[in-house]
């Protein structure tokens, strides 16, 4: 006998019970469970004590199921109705996934649309069961070249287990690296939308409350998009298995300095743009989300612009925080210490107006022991000095309300590497960014990754509410991945990862990370060079003192 214990109400069992069986769940909003802190399929079957949670399209663990799910309902599809189209998946903008046809590139892709929806929505209604079944890796490989998956016979050479899962559907079979929905029927919201040579996939998010976001087109950050993306074939590094081969072809010098170089040039590219503009630029303005290197990126472009005979001068927005007794409560008594208000903009736009006007000003000095102001600074500038500031309101009009806005230039950062471990896997960038955070905290300041996973929610309500919004109003987006650093990351990130034992909240979130980081063949530290931006996160970086 043993004990479910759901919403605080205890049943005893004498024999094992699937999840799905402890529901009535006729409008299928539990895509998945969570059994002792452990994320599990509905088809899960268990016998012993457990304490069962339904997660709903709120918790972002259930929309990773739900998306590839989606994703593999997609896949479907087009095996279905067109089995000679070759596919790929990305991750893209709008909070939205982007799939392309890889060998029909100029395929009408809005009567391929109408085709696939009809198809998906087909498949919906039939309510068809994702049944998981494991086989030795020997027979995946078979499957995969028996059906033409070249791109999945080949990362199977990286998979340290001697098994592979898939998922069987009907007549289909696949694995998307991740727990499905327990049947077809669960995946009824989703939109496709034409966009550029392929479609976006939208489907509900946990940030907007389960709905739907709308779609917000994102022209100059789908640019950058496409040219890593671009970049990624150029330098043959955009799957797994491509990457890795660098390492093992011993040309891991010439890879790593290469994307190096990359960044170099598109340092070089805003240094020359900033140079035509320098009598008019007084104000550069750089914001992106947690974890992207604006420290590191700060310093270099410093750097870039001296070699111009430019000598900007850094001015950090931490310094305009208003005492904390002047903070406004909410009416649960807390303080967002991220919102705009917690700035004095009054203020900052003062000073800045004073320094582009050639004249002295008094910059505060903000003290985060004491949260309050402790003084001033006095400071003037001359014609060759414009300012940098680099902050989560950067780019925010409300910050620079005063300043012209042909006195500054923009600058929105993000890395943004276009990397999949196979056609229909891409890897997400937010969990570039969270493995990069993970390995800093733990680096700098001894925060085990369960500590940095505990505030990533409320690090992801920030950027939705005060970076995203802001992106498109950037002069520049810089791209501040490197094709490489998953590589380098991995052998900090997995340790403090699989510290977190299998009881804990943040384990779901870890195994998850873990599943795809284990495919990355190590690259030593000393290749990377100790101004590149990577070292931001590993340490060794002469712009931080480890």
Same mark, same amino acid.
């Given at each position: ?262 960044? !170099? @040039?598109? %340092? #070089? ?5 900033? =140079?035509?503009?320098?009598?008019? +630029? $007084? ?112 780019? !925010? @009009?409300? %910050? #620079? ?5 042909? =006195?500054?230039?923009?600058?929105? +950062? $993000? ?132």
């Amino acid at each position: 006998m043993f004990t479910v214990t759901i919403n605080g109400k205890s049943t005893h069992y004498d024999s094992p019970i699937r999840i799905i069986d402890l529901i009535d769940d006729k409008e299928m909003k539990y895509p998945v469970a969570r059994v002792n802190h452990r994320l599990r399929e509905l088809h899960y079957r268990f016998d012993y004590d457990a304490e069962v949670e339904f997660l709903t399209l709120d918790h972002p663990e259930a929309v990773h199921v739900y998306e590839a799910s989606l994703r593999y309902l997609i896949a479907k599809a087009f095996h279905n109705i067109y089995p000679e189209y070759t596919i790929k998946f990305k991750y893209s903008i709008s909070r939205s996934t982007f799939c392309y046809i890889m060998t029909e590139p100029h395929v009408d892709i809005a009567n391929v649309l109408f085709s696939i929806q009809k198809e998906m929505d087909r498949v919906i209604n039939e309510n068809y069961t994702l049944e998981r079944i494991t086989v030795p890796i020997e027979d995946a490989k078979t499957f995969y070249k028996e059906n033409g998956y070249d791109d999945r016979v080949k990362i199977l050479e990286y998979r340290p287990e001697k098994t592979v899962h898939f998922y069987r559907c009907h007549d289909y079979q696949n694995y998307m690296y991740s727990y499905m929905v327990p049947s077809t029927g669960y995946l009824k919201q989703y939109n496709l939308i034409p966009y550029d040579i392929g479609f976006l996939i939208q489907y509900p998010r946990a940030e907007t409350n389960t709905q739907i976001p709308p779609f917000k087109d994102a022209p100059k950050y789908i640019k950058t998009l496409r040219e890593a993306s671009i970049w990624a074939d150029v330098v043959t590094a955009d799957n797994i298995y491509d990457l890795n081969k660098h390492v093992h072809n011993n040309y891991v010098v010439d890879f790593v300095h290469m994307c190096e170089a990359k960044h !170099n @040039a598109m %340092l #070089t590219e805003i240094g020359d743009i900033i =140079k035509e503009r320098e009598h008019e +630029i $007084s104000l550069i303005a750089i914001a992106g989300p947690s974890s992207s290197g604006k420290t590191t990126f700060s310093n270099r472009l410093r750097i870039e612009l001296m070699t111009r005979g430019i000598r900007p001068i850094a001015i950090s927005l931490d310094d305009y925080y208003l005492n904390r007794e002047d903070l406004i409560e909410d009416e649960n008594g807390a303080v967002d210490l991220e919102h705009i208000n917690t700035l004095d903009i009054a203020l900052f736009n003062r000073n800045m107006q004073e320094l582009i006007r050639g004249k002295e000003t008094n910059i505060p000095i903000f003290d985060f022991k004491v949260k309050k102001r402790v003084g001033y600074r006095t400071l003037k500038i001359t014609d060759d000095t414009p300012i940098i500031i680099e902050g989560i309101h950067a780019l !925010n @009009a409300q %910050l #620079t309300q005063n300043i012209p806005d042909y =006195k500054m230039f923009k600058i929105f +950062i $993000s890395p943004q590497i276009q990397l999949n471990l196979d056609h229909h896997n891409p890897i997400s960038i937010t969990d570039l960014r969270l493995i990069r955070r993970i390995v800093r905290d733990k680096k700098f300041r001894n925060a085990a990754a369960a500590r940095t996973l505990a505030m990533w929610d409320s690090v992801r309500q920030g950027e939705f509410r005060w970076i995203y919004p802001n992106q498109e109003h950037a002069d520049y987006v810089y791209n501040s991945g490197l094709q490489y650093e998953l590589n380098v990351l991995k052998k900090y990130a997995l340790p403090t990862l699989r510290e977190i034992p299998n009881d804990s909240e943040f384990y779901i979130t870890a195994n998850r990370l873990i599943k795809f980081m284990k495919y990355f063949v190590d690259i030593d530290d000393y290749h990377v060079p100790n101004n590149s931006l990577l070292r931001e996160f590993i340490g060794g970086s002469i712009f931080v003192e480890d």
